[in-house]
């Protein structure tokens, strides 16, 4: 991989072909594929790409006498300020529109961008003005969208072959760019928001060439169980944002509420009018790789009469506390709610209280845990951005120890199913009752199943440096001979027909990287359903014979 903060995107899956399917009950007829001979189940729509170019910024006049020093940390100040407003811009350009907006006939291609971090930047001298001296310097931006986004956009050959496009920004004076305070940014008011070009005076917009190329796409892997339930706990918060639509934050959670008791999970309290921010967890054990881990699943969501009424100030405050409390604490925190480009998660009522709100720029220094791995599921409208920002908390450094499911386009409220989806392939059993978690897409493509009206796309970031070999696999046992799966050593390993029919062990995997040296990771298909379901660690001569 070129970047470790790929993000691993899916599509919705009502029209695509099948995946790689679920083991056929009892299945023990499984035979490796040879390499070449596979057939492809997986066709994933979704895909990052990455945007360059050359931003101009002005250092003021009154800079013309600083050291060298000062003028290159105010330039760096700069740069900043100008990602970030290329950023929205082509943010605005690119997301989907909707009947009524404002800017509805501009662009709007399903797609999102984020502007990437950088280690150093190198400025050239561009000329020299009244306002001060410009200097320009080249910038990339990951935008996630359909994998036909380019040619879904004006573009043309550039000298070097890749596609260009010319995107219409807006010049906001460099102290309207300095204006990032939480809820009064510059970008939420006119003319920059809504953003239309063909509505705003010349003076007040600039044509900016940009390059578009696909990125690299990342391999898919397992989230590190092995991590999350190291302490024999895993432990999840689900919290539900204000809606309103039809109070879908408290429909939601007596939905979720219903559906764990039915799932076998001990309930903390009789009903779900009872059920409070303290009333403690949801449990249920689960037996993960040989041992019984506790699972435990808090419910938090805006009572309205009650402490943590979403209309108030003071209930906004305390949902904002819990979700705080559940990222500085938890394994797994999911927020299921309201959002949007350059916005975070909504818990309260926006409409009667400026309290209730953890915005994408707090997430970047909100306190979490280092040196430990945490899941954060962002489940609402286009939070692609939101990744980047939790990966750029100083308490995960690099964007390690943290894993962020984004969507990067509208996500459907009225449905509670993505928050079952990811609890279920969290908690997911096989039939001998163990603990068996399925790859990252497979759970992708639950969730943008969901609702055949929506193209979410939901993708994960941080994906690369996961465990790309089943949590639970015996790798001691490979190449052991076996009759069934189950004397290979409990989930994430199988028995499987090698060369000449020799049925030996081998664990589960989804890269040749996972599996060692010597080793392929090979597609498992079932002889009687002719489906592929699984892939495991073979030989790299299909033969354990030595």
């Known amino acids: 991989m070129t970047r470790r903060a790929l993000t691993l995107l899916a599509c919705l899956a009502t029209l695509a072909g099948c995946a790689v399917s679920p083991a056929p009950a009892d299945v023990d007829d499984g035979v490796v594929v040879p390499n070449g001979k596979e057939d492809d189940f997986l066709s994933l729509s979704a895909a990052e790409f990455v945007v360059s170019g050359r931003a101009t910024v002005t250092l003021e006049a009154e800079y013309a006498e600083a050291d060298e020093e000062t003028r290159t940390e105010r330039l760096r100040e700069l740069a900043g300020y100008q990602q970030v407003a290329i950023s929205w811009f082509l943010n605005q350009y690119l997301?989907?529109?909707?009947?009524?907006?404002?800017?509805?006939e501009y662009g709007g291609f399903g797609a999102m961008a984020r502007a990437n971090t950088y280690d150093s930047l190198a400025f050239e001298l561009e000329g020299e003005s009244e306002a001060g001296v410009t200097y320009s310097f080249y910038f990339e931006q990951l935008v996630a969208g359909r994998r036909d986004l380019i040619s879904q956009l004006n573009t043309e050959r550039g000298e070097d072959g890749e596609r260009v496009f010319t995107l219409e920004i807006g010049t906001p004076s460099n102290e309207d760019l300095a204006r990032l305070e939480t809820n009064h940014e510059w970008y939420r008011s006119a003319p920059w928001s809504p953003w239309n070009p063909s509505a705003v005076d010349p003076s007040q917009k600039a044509e900016l060439p940009l390059a578009i190329r696909p990125e690299v796409e990342s391999e898919d892997a397992w989230f590190d169980?092995?991590?999350?339930?190291?302490?024999?706990?895993?432990?999840i918060d689900v919290h539900f944002g204000w809606d309103y639509h039809?109070?879908?934050h408290v429909r939601h959670a007596e939905a979720l509420f219903g559906w764990l008791a039915r799932e076998g999970f001990e309930k903390p309290v009789e009903t779900f009018a009872e059920l409070d921010r303290d009333s403690g967890p949801f449990t249920r054990t689960v037996l993960a790789g040989g041992r019984e881990v506790r699972v435990e699943i808090r419910l938090f969501y805006g009572h309205e009469g009650g402490d943590t009424d979403p209309d108030t100030d003071a209930g906004g405050r305390l949902l904002e506390d819990d979700m705080r409390a559940s990222l500085a604490s938890r394994d797994v925190i999911m927020y299921s709610g309201h959002s949007g480009p350059f916005y975070g998660f909504a818990l309260g009522n926006w409409r009667t209280t400026s309290e209730g709100d953890l915005d994408?720029?707090?997430?970047?220094?909100?306190?979490?845990?280092s040196e430990r791995y945490q899941l954060i599921v962002a489940e609402g409208c286009d939070t692609y951005q939101i990744g980047e920002a939790f990966r750029n908390n100083p308490a995960k450094p690099g964007g390690r120890f943290v894993d962020i499911v984004t969507t990067t386009a509208p996500s459907n409220a009225s449905t509670s199913a993505a928050v079952q989806d990811v609890v279920a392939q969290l908690t997911r059993e096989n039939q001998a009752g163990e603990h068996d978690p399925q790859p990252i897409r497979a759970l992708l493509r639950d969730l943008d199943s969901n609702s055949r009206w929506f193209h979410t796309m939901y993708g994960v970031h941080g994906i690369d440096d996961n465990p790309q070999l089943h949590p639970w696999a015996a790798v001691e046992n490979a190449c052991l001979a076996c009759e069934s799966d189950a004397d290979c050593g409990g989930a994430g390993n199988r028995c499987v027909g090698m060369d000449a029919g020799v049925r030996s062990c081998a664990p589960s995997c989804?890269?040749?990287?996972?599996?060692g040296e010597g080793y392929l990771c090979r597609d498992v298909a079932s002889r009687s359903t002719r489906s592929i379901y699984d892939s495991v660690c073979v030989p790299s001569g299909l033969s354990c014979g030595g």
């Open 95 to 104: 997301v989907d529109k909707h009947d009524g907006d404002a800017n509805e």
């Open 360 to 369: 994408d720029s707090e997430m970047r220094t909100v306190e979490m845990p």
């Open 225 to 235: 169980f092995a991590e999350m339930m190291r302490d024999g706990v895993l432990d």
């Open 246 to 248: 039809d109070a879908y």
């Open 510 to 515: 989804t890269t040749d990287a996972g599996c």
